[in-house]
């Protein structure tokens, strides 16, 4: 077996059942607790998560908000910005859509506040409208000019013949048309090995891939461990392989023409997924005006290798 390296980041320490170091979607599988939060904290985290859960967020607190200051209104009672008092559903509904035109600074005319009271509540939810639409805004600008890696790993790493001998393989795509400058790739291995103590403790390996950098990346990436005298997977069957508590880790890095900065993405693969004896099917090809079509449908396909390697193998 080839020599082991230095722990990467990820921890020595492990256990018969531990998870994966770094989960799908390329966050790393730590939960943290005890931990101090910050505003700054919060702003990271409202322009890191999905869109659709960010607007969720915005609806419900913009909903919530205005609930509040409803209430407030009902309190104060609803005589004091203008509305005839009815029954409390329509009072609260009334004094639901003051405060969304208060909030947002519509001010349809039809109801105003009257009193100090009203006054107040209605000024103070003006100020908290003024200053909620201004960090919405900071959030926007700062979501869309985030820079993010957009580039897609094949749903799983494979174990095939290649140039005569069993070989590790898995690839990549952008899912952007920008040009992707000098591509680079960083692999380990996590292999979690028993120890004397009856315990589990992680040993990490360099996988050396035929080429760990390219000069472009218009179509896709095909990243190949062959399984040699150097590697650290020499000696184990396919069988063994797969029924390895072992983790691919990957650190993918490139200069984004269109963020003009360099970007990186982790990716990780769990060897328990691992296919055997499967190939990837070609992603792109040339149409019938000689012009290269990528097809995105195809990242993840794989095929069968030939009957006489899997015989060989056997």
Known sequence: MSERVKDPGVGAFSK???????????????????????????????ISISWPHFLVLLFVGF?????????????IGVAAIGIEEKSLIEDFFKAFFFSVQ??????????????IAAGLVSSFEALIGLISFAF?????????????????????????????????????????????????IKTSLSLSIPDKKG????????????????????????????????????GYSRVEIQKLQAELLIL?????????????????????????????KKAFYFNKDGKVVLDHDLIDEIIPEPTDVVTKNN
């Open 102 to 115: 208060t909030i947002t600074s519509v001010g349809y005319g039809r109801f105003s506040p009257e009193g």
């Open 252 to 280: 993918f890095s490139y200069h984004d023409d269109s963020f003009n900065q360099e970007l990186h993405r982790v990716h990780s693969y769990l060897f328990k997924n691992l296919k055997v004896g499967y190939k990837f």
């Open 199 to 234: 315990g589990y403790t992680n040993e990490f390996f360099e996988l050396k891939l035929e080429r760990e950098t390219i000069t472009y990346l218009p179509t896709t990436w095909t990243l190949v461990h062959q399984i040699n005298a150097e590697s650290p997977l020499k």
């Open 136 to 184: 919405i805004t900071g959030l926007l600008y700062g979501r869309f000019s985030k820079p993010r890696s957009n580039i897609r790993f094949s749903k799983s790493v494979l174990l095939c013949k290649h140039n005569d001998k069993d070989a590790l393989m898995f690839r990549l795509v952008s899912r952007r048309k920008s040009l992707i400058v000098l591509p680079k």
């Open 16 to 46: 018969e059942k531990a998870k994966r170091f770094i989960n799908q979607d390329g966050t790393f599988n730590v939960t943290h607790i005890n931990k101090k939060r910050t505003v700054n904290e919060t702003y990271i985290y409202l």
């Open 63 to 75: 909903v919530v908000l205005n609930i509040i200051f409803a209430v407030c209104y009902l309190l």
